[in-house]
């Protein structure tokens, strides 16, 4: 709770000249992008602000408001590689013990 009312307020004091009500989406995703560039944020802290926002305008003034995901995009996984026939049965080969070969055969 503490943090949301820390972005809240880092929010506010940007738009100073505005009033609260008067803070619009674009608002938000100027901020989010200035606090990027100049003060070199990293994606979580993107998250808090936008999350901020949200249940702020969501929930107290109770203003539409949509999570700007295009300013951090969703992580993106990348499957592991996977070992050949013939790396397999290079590996294989390799052991010597046959603890460690029936272990290797039990996982592959």
Do not use: W
Not at 30 to 55: N, P, T, W
């Amino acid at each position: 709770m503490r943090n949301y009312l820390m972005e809240m307020r880092l929010l506010f004091q940007y738009y100073h000249h505005l009033r609260v009500e008067d803070i619009t989406q674009q608002n938000i995703s100027e901020y989010i992008l200035f606090i990027k560039k100049v003060h070199g944020v990293g994606l979580a802290k993107y998250r808090s602000v936008a999350h901020s926002c949200g249940f702020f305008f969501k929930k107290i003034i109770e203003k539409s408001y949509v999570l700007p995901t295009t300013l951090y995009p969703r992580k993106v996984f990348v499957l592991p590689a996977v070992m050949t026939q013939l790396e397999v049965k290079t590996l294989y080969i390799s052991l010597k013990d046959i603890r460690q070969k029936v272990v290797v055969g039990l996982l592959y």
